[in-house]
């Protein structure tokens, strides 16, 4: 049972708009989100992360939203720029429990 | 500062052949964690070592095992090597371990083909 997912596979969007990355999961225990972006040939990197006592949290230009009572969590780009093209990971945890994984979206930005 | 070094980056190797792959953290940190990732799966948990103990451990078979140094260094050891064991291992370090999990700083990975 997967229990953070990202449906979609991959987005394509055009440099200078937005792109908003989509992530639910099922474990209501989660209490910390956080997104990870990662290049072909290195390791993730940290983007930004959310408590589950806020519903928004804003870094540069992005900002991540949870709605606790959907069980949904979104990443925005705004403006999207085509460095921003990457593997975008979602991932939780709750207490002491190790961060569990999305499989990821493929974010293109196209000039 | 030095990152997160994973050594070696590429390896193949044969099913029923034993593999280490070795993580030197970033100085300082005392938390090493290992995943797996997968083009099915995502990035899966292995286990974590927070000076020199383990702390968490996902949900993988005993072939799959770990330790970590007095130096904080780690090794992950897979024994009995199956196809589906060919992956993308990365390592992350922390200075406190999963709590924190938003200073977790990923090496580049070390590439297992099994053949």
């Known amino acids: 049972d997967q229990q953070v997912k990202q449906n979609s596979p991959s987005l394509s969007v055009q440099e200078g708009r937005i792109s908003i990355l989509n992530c639910d999961y099922t474990?209501?225990?989660?209490?910390?989100f956080l997104w990870y972006k990662k290049y072909p040939a290195e390791g993730p990197t940290f983007l930004i992360s959310?408590?589950?006592?806020?519903d928004k949290n804003e870094d540069g230009r992005f900002t991540v939203f949870l709605n606790k009572s959907a069980k949904h969590l979104s990443l925005h780009i705004v403006p999207s720029q085509p460095g921003d093209s990457a593997v975008y990971f979602c991932?939780?945890?709750?207490?002491?429990?190790?961060?569990?994984f999305g499989k990821g979206t493929r974010l293109s930005v196209i000039a | 500062k030095a990152g997160v070094t994973q050594t070696p980056r590429y390896l193949i190797k044969t099913r029923g052949q034993q593999v280490t792959l070795s993580c030197s953290p970033i100085?300082?940190?005392?938390?090493v964690s290992w995943y797996q990732q997968t083009p099915g799966q995502g990035l899966q948990f292995l286990f974590e070592?927070?000076?020199?103990?383990?702390?968490n451990k996902g949900n993988f078979p005993g072939r799959f095992s770990g330790r970590q140094f007095s130096n904080s260094r780690s090794e992950m050891n897979v024994s009995t090597l199956e196809l589906g064991d060919s992956a993308l291992y990365l390592c992350?370090?922390?200075?406190?371990?999963?709590?924190?999990?938003?200073?977790?700083?990923f090496g580049p990975g070390t590439r297992l083909t099994v053949l």
């Open positions: 100085s300082g940190h005392r938390s």
């Open positions: 474990n209501s225990m989660f209490d910390y």
């Open positions: 991932a939780a945890h709750s207490g002491n429990t190790p961060l569990v």
């Open positions: 959310i408590s589950s006592i806020k």
């Open positions: 070592y927070f000076s020199e103990t383990q702390r």
């Open positions: 992350a370090s922390s200075l406190g371990g999963l709590p924190h999990a938003d200073t977790q700083y």
